[in-house]
């Protein structure tokens, strides 16, 4: 995480979280982090594939040209970063893990940003996660971002963090970064536990 916005988030969710796998819905209080409020979001399950958008800041939505909330997050993606966006949120969800990485966004005009998103768990209502608390930004916000709708998005990398710091596995340096295209992503071999 390099955006101030995203590593801001993470240290509040990590603080309210107080070493447990993850914080409840309700303990996050906007006025603790109203200065980011504008770059994040909240989005619910929605059955098995589905992650809808309960809340989308309005500097993401102004950005992106279009009011999120509602919207399927995994709908901005094209169908093979979809399976990947939908293995990570899965692997946040279940494992209680924080996704982040960064993405390429284009207009129709053929205008491209990059930006950089956090994927944070959080539990609603019951005992297992079940929302998602995270925020999107401009790495290098260009003149014209907002002006044209964004239309179509393209992972460029994406990682998991372990919040209580990494497994044994992963200290022993048995990462590898996998490059596809423009895509990276850390494979990591065995550790389940």
Known sequence: MQQPTSKQLFAYWDHIRNGRIAPRRFEIEPAKIANILRETFIAECAGLMGFRFRLAGTQICQEFGRELRGLDFLSLWSFGDKDAVASLVRTVLHDGSVGHGTFLARTDAGR???????LMPLIHTGTSINRLLGSI??????FWLGT?????????DAKLLSPDGAPDFM??????????????FRVVEGGLS
């Open 112 to 118: 491209e940003t990059s930006f950089e998103f956090t």
């Open 137 to 142: 930004t401009a790495i290098d916000r260009p």
């Open 148 to 156: 044209e709708p964004l239309t179509t998005f393209e992972i460029v």
């Open 171 to 184: 200290k022993s340096g048995g990462a590898d970064i996998v490059h596809l295209n423009r895509r990276r």
